[in-house]
Each structure stands twice: as C-alpha cells, then as structure tokens.
C-alpha cells in the first residue's frame, strides 16, 4: 500500500497542484486507515462498503475524532481510491456510496481590527520583522489562502493597479487587490528585506524565508505563532483566520455576499454564506441603534 500511497502524493502534488498542508493531511490520514487495515488483516484493494462504515465508527468512537476531521479522512480515502481505479489497481470506490456525518456548524474564528494593529506593531525592523509585517498586511488585505500567498512571485504583482495576480485551488487564477498600507509594507520588504534574505541567492518567489529559500506553508504557521506569543491577542489566529476576518469585515462594512465571493475565489456562493452568520457586532450595532427603546 505505501507505493502507492506515495504514487497518489505526486499525482496530487504535481497534477492537480495540492499544497504542502493539504498533502501532510492527505499522508497523516492515509497512515491512519493502513494501520487499522493492518490490524484488521483486510486487503487495501479488497474493501468493501461494511470496512469503510466500521471504519468510521472506529474513527469516532475510538479515536474521538470531530465530524470536521472524520469528513476530511473520507475525503482523503474518496481520492485516494478515485485514483486508484483510474490506475486500475481496484475495480470500483466504496467511498463514494459513504456519507460523512453532518458538520457541526461552528463559525470560524475571526481577530478585531485592533487585534490585527497589536500583531503589527509586534513586527521588529530587522530584515525578518519587516518581511513578517509584510505577510501580515497581505493576508489581512487580499483573503488570500496560505498556499496563493507561498506562491507569488514578483511577476504577479502590479503597483500601478495595487493589484496581484495568485493560482488559486483548481489552477484557477483571480486577482487580489491591495490597499496603501500593504503598498508602502511591500515596497519596504522588497526594498530593504528581501535583497538581504536572499543571501546571493535566485527567486521568483515575492517571499523567502531566512536562509535565503522560498518560504513555505509551514514557515509562514511558525511566523504567526511567534507573533502571537508576543502579544495579548486569546483567540487561536492561522492563516486563515485572516481570511475569515478579510469577509467579515468587508461584509460589516457592507459589501455584498457575491463580491465578497469573487475576491475569496469562492466556487459556490453557499460557502461564502457562512460569513453571513459571523457579523455579530454588526448586529449588536444594528440593533442598539434601531430599537426604539435604545434610541435617546
């Protein structure tokens, strides 16, 4: 089974262009369903709709996995045996007759615009805290996903238009637009950080990590969690949690839900929807001047 578990992380990586996150998810899973299999003594090209459905029970009973994370170990498995019947290694999908459980429906987590100000002002003025507030800005001021922002390369962005182009999930490229504080953090990180950090060094990339490579996914998680131990913000801040921020407030502000889609690259507007839920300060204001009973 390792072969081709190794044989599907390359067609994933380079057909179908998966980050480096997804992929780690992707062989964490995989791992997860060979050593039950193994322990189970079934054949990996032999299974059936009953292995798949114990299987989930063991995932939540025994391991106690969340809904969120059992669905993303069925979608692992899904594509997993998708490509193996394409290789012809089994002759049909179990996975697609499994149904996940339902999701739970938890908001995703966003930060406060002065939780945001306290991570910049966290940056130093070394080569490194001008390159991190630099990441900051853009993710705060695009919504880009983690592995379009690893991706961007010099080439992609347009000054004149405050504009720049990322390759988004499915190859699909859109443009993001930034405003004048990621301008000046931009032109101060190519200016005075990155000719440093590159150490002699060739990149297209827009960002590079100490050593003078191209940073990665991984490498822009740990640069956020050290922010974060330096300042007093609670809650739990990834990468994406800028992103959820990014529609939040766009739509507190009031812009409407298919824009917002547009500049998430949002294929269904069903899932920029969820954003709709998240405004409770909004509400909170909304009703605090509304009310007859609030109004002086």
């Excluded at 998966?18 to 060979?34: G, M, Q, R, V």
């Excluded at 080439?155 to 301008?183: A, M, Q």
């Amino acid at each position: 089974m390792d072969q081709y578990i190794e044989k599907f992380l390359d067609y994933m990586r380079v057909e179908r262009n998966y980050s480096d996150h997804t992929e780690t998810n992707y062989l964490l899973d995989l791992e997860t369903f060979k050593l039950y299999l193994e322990k189970k003594r079934i054949n990996f090209k032999r299974i059936e709709y009953k292995d798949v459905s114990s299987y989930t029970k063991y995932l939540k009973e025994e391991k106690e996995e969340k809904s969120t994370s059992i669905n993303r170990h069925l979608s692992a498995l899904r594509s997993f045996y998708n490509f193996l019947l394409r290789e012809q290694v089994v002759s049909d999908n179990p996975l697609n007759l499994i149904k996940g459980p339902k999701k739970e429906n938890k908001l995703p987590n966003y930060m406060k615009y002065n939780e945001f100000e306290e991570m910049i002002n966290s940056c130093g003025d070394d080569p490194l805290g001008i390159r991190n507030r630099c990441i900051l800005e853009l993710l705060f001021a695009t919504g880009a996903r983690i592995g379009e922002i690893i991706r961007i390369e010099l080439k992609d962005i347009d000054f004149g238009n405050k504009e720049i182009k990322v390759l988004g999930k499915g190859n699909k490229e859109r443009i993001c637009y930034f405003n004048d504080h990621c301008y000046e953090a931009l032109k101060t990180y190519l200016e005075d950080s990155r000719p440093s950090l590159l150490k002699n060094k060739k990149s297209d990339r827009l960002f590079i990590n100490h050593i003078g490579g191209n940073l990665t996914d991984r490498g822009i998680r740990d640069i956020l969690d050290n922010i974060i131990k330096k300042c007093s913000i609670k809650i739990k801040v990834t990468p994406h949690t800028f992103r959820h921020t990014f529609a939040t407030m766009l739509l507190n502000e009031g812009c409407d839900l298919k824009s917002v889609q547009e500049l998430l690259g949002h294929v269904n507007l069903s899932t920029t929807s969820i954003y709709t839920h998240l405004s409770n300060d909004r509400i909170k204001n909304v009703y605090l001047h509304t009310h007859p009973r609030n109004k002086k």
